[in-house]
T-cell receptor, first 112, second 110 residues
């Protein structure tokens, strides 16, 4: 069965650079969620989109932005990267009427 | 803002049942309880969810107390591959976002 696809799997950036993370939800899933998990920490909700509109917002820094496109894939754009942005970034998708999310394998971002 | 409380760690002997408790005393009447696990740094994996009644699937059983303020996830015959962090999650009311708590780090011992 198709899963949630995230790319890239690993990304190394320097401070003050920008990064774009991509998420391709399960086909026919209409909602995408982004989570950030720092080293030794629990996943923290960043933002979600339902039918291409932002639905919920969490502790997402102003330097980050995200959107969901017409094909339902989503991108998380991160600018002015800081060392503290080094983390695993997970995307999850769900569909109305289906309980629970399906998470992707994550993108490991390292800022040096 | 975690809505759930879990013990930070537990050990379980291989082949025995692992019982993981969770307190969610502020859960509202129509909110489900979800359980996920995260093996090493992989994406969290859905296990089971429930509202009021006990639930069972091929992975686990979920026992929810009558007042819905707590629940227990049961892995009937734990294996080494069940070593993971287990999260009990209740959605933020009025939203679809999960708020992860600190989870229980389960170690299955040979």
């Amino acid at each position: 069965a198709a899963g949630v696809i995230q790319s890239p799997r690993h990304l190394i950036k320097e401070k003050r650079e920008t990064a774009t993370l991509k998420c391709y939800p399960i086909p026919r899933h209409d909602t995408v969620y982004w989570y950030q998990q720092g080293p030794g920490q629990d996943p923290q909700f960043l933002i979600s989109f339902y039918e291409k509109m932002q639905s919920d917002k969490g502790s997402i820094p102003d330097r980050f932005s995200a959107q969901q496109f017409s094909d339902y894939h989503s991108e998380l754009n991160m600018s002015s990267l800081e060392l503290g942005d080094s983390a695993l970034y997970f995307c999850a998708s769900s569909s109305t009427g289906i309980y629970g999310y399906t998470f992707g394998s994550g993108t490991r971002l390292t800022v040096v | 803002d975690a809505k759930t409380t879990q013990p930070p760690s537990m050990d379980c002997a291989e082949g025995r049942a692992a019982n993981l408790p969770c307190n969610h005393s502020t859960i509202s009447g129509n909110e489900y309880v979800y359980w996920y696990r995260q093996i090493h740094s992989q994406g969290p994996q859905y296990i089971i969810h429930g509202l009021k009644n006990n639930e069972t699937n091929e992975m686990a059983s979920l026992i929810i107390t009558e007042d819905r303020k707590s629940s227990t996830l049961i892995l009937p015959h734990a294996t080494l591959r069940d070593t993971a962090v287990y999260y009990c999650i209740v959605r933020d009311p009025g939203t679809y976002k999960y708020i992860f708590g600190t989870g229980t780090r389960l170690k299955v011992l040979a």
